[in-house]
């Protein structure tokens, strides 16, 4: 049995007492041991709902950051300093991430560049974490990997024409390199969990069987299909029904008009993942 709840996410299940706010975490209980699967966008939602769904941070046995932006990393700081109180392992805990991920990124917003990613800096999480960076597809706990690299992208990413990064010769779009999503193997198959889809939600999948093998049985998180247009998404209903119609539980920054036409495409099978949401494979 492994067990994914979300933690963060821009919504939150109907009365109830968790906070929503711009941004995603997930916490994946296996086995071994308990991963989060990024940090949301501030410490002040990620502590209140882990306190919520009664997991001290100290039970927490890795981390895994999915990309550098500032709404999948902002809970990282505070949640690092519950480990001064002694409510967080202070030293040792792996962090895992694509090499990448410290590169400085910047969105246009009102003609201006503004800083959108990861506010602490490689030294600063080396004197607090072991950190375990590669582009590899990398074992995190027994049955709980990292994609490693989406290098592949013939299919159309999932792209921001606000997003950019410093170049040789001046600003560049951002080429989202350190995007990742992480692969449990359950007893039902594969379960793809996806931070953002910046490198693309097909591209993604296709990485997956590829690396890990064909029978995925479900997505859940952020799709980044928010831009998509009719024909991109017409192209993801077809190649989800030659992957067996997995079930989608999307969040984030999947955009209504994508998870409509999902569902309408799929019926039950698709499902909205807020904050609190409980999924058990």
Same mark, same amino acid.
């Given at each position: 049995?492994?067990?994914?709840?979300?933690?963060?996410?821009?919504?939150?299940?109907?009365?109830?007492?968790?906070?929503?706010?711009?941004? @995603?975490?997930?916490?994946?209980?296996?086995?071994?041991?308990?991963?989060?699967?990024?940090?949301?966008?501030?410490?002040?939602?990620?502590?209140?709902?882990?306190?919520?769904?009664?997991?001290?941070?100290?039970?927490?046995?890795?981390?895994?950051?999915?990309?550098?932006?500032?709404?999948?990393?902002?809970?990282?700081?505070?949640?690092?300093?519950?480990?001064?109180?002694?409510?967080?392992?202070?030293?040792?805990?792996? @962090?895992?991430?694509?090499?990448?991920?410290?590169?400085?990124?910047?969105?246009?917003?009102?003609?201006?560049?503004?800083?959108?990613?990861?506010?602490?800096?490689?030294?600063?999480?080396?004197?607090?974490?072991?950190?375990?960076?590669?582009?590899?597809?990398?074992?995190? @706990?027994?049955?709980?990997?990292?994609?490693?690299?989406?290098?592949?992208?013939?299919?159309?990413?999932?792209?921001?024409?606000?997003?950019?990064?410093?170049?040789?010769?001046?600003?560049?779009?951002?080429?989202?390199?350190?995007?990742?999503?992480?692969?449990?193997?359950?007893?039902?198959?594969?379960?793809?969990?996806?931070?953002?889809?910046?490198?693309?939600?097909?591209?993604?999948?296709?990485?997956?069987?590829?690396?890990?093998?064909?029978?995925?049985?479900?997505?859940?998180?952020?799709?980044?299909?928010?831009?998509?247009?009719?024909?991109?998404?017409?192209?993801?209903?077809?190649?989800?029904?030659?992957?067996?119609?997995?079930?989608?539980?999307?969040?984030?920054?999947?955009?209504?008009?994508?998870?409509?036409?999902?569902?309408?495409?799929?019926?039950?099978?698709?499902?909205?993942?807020?904050?609190?949401?409980?999924?058990?494979?």
């Amino acid at each position: 049995m492994m067990e994914i709840t979300c933690v963060v996410d821009d919504a939150v299940c109907d009365h109830s007492s968790f906070w929503g706010e711009h941004g @995603l975490a997930f916490l994946i209980e296996a086995k071994k041991g308990r991963v989060l699967f990024d940090t949301g966008q501030s410490g002040t939602v990620l502590l209140h709902n882990l306190e919520l769904l009664g997991v001290e941070p100290k039970t927490i046995n890795a981390l895994a950051i999915s990309h550098a932006h500032y709404d999948h990393t902002g809970g990282l700081s505070a949640l690092l300093d519950c480990g001064s109180a002694g409510d967080l392992r202070p030293t040792g805990i792996p @962090l895992y991430a694509h090499p990448d991920l410290f590169r400085e990124r910047f969105s246009r917003r009102e003609g201006a560049l503004e800083s959108v990613g990861l506010s602490l800096t490689r030294e600063e999480l080396a004197q607090r974490l072991t950190l375990q960076l590669s582009a590899e597809p990398t074992e995190i @706990l027994s049955g709980v990997w990292t994609t490693g690299e989406i290098t592949d992208r013939s299919e159309p990413e999932g792209r921001s024409a606000y997003h950019f990064v410093r170049g040789v010769e001046g600003w560049k779009p951002d080429p989202y390199r350190d995007d990742m999503a992480l692969v449990l193997e359950t007893d039902e198959g594969l379960v793809v969990l996806c931070g953002c889809c910046h490198a693309g939600l097909l591209n993604t999948l296709a990485h997956v069987r590829r690396t890990f093998g064909p029978h995925i049985t479900a997505v859940a998180g952020g799709t980044h299909l928010l831009h998509a247009d009719e024909a991109h998404l017409r192209r993801v209903i077809e190649v989800l029904r030659e992957l067996g119609m997995p079930r989608l539980y999307l969040n984030h920054c999947t955009g209504l008009r994508a998870y409509v036409t999902l569902a309408q495409a799929f019926g039950e099978r698709v499902a909205p993942c807020p904050a609190g949401t409980r999924l058990s494979f």
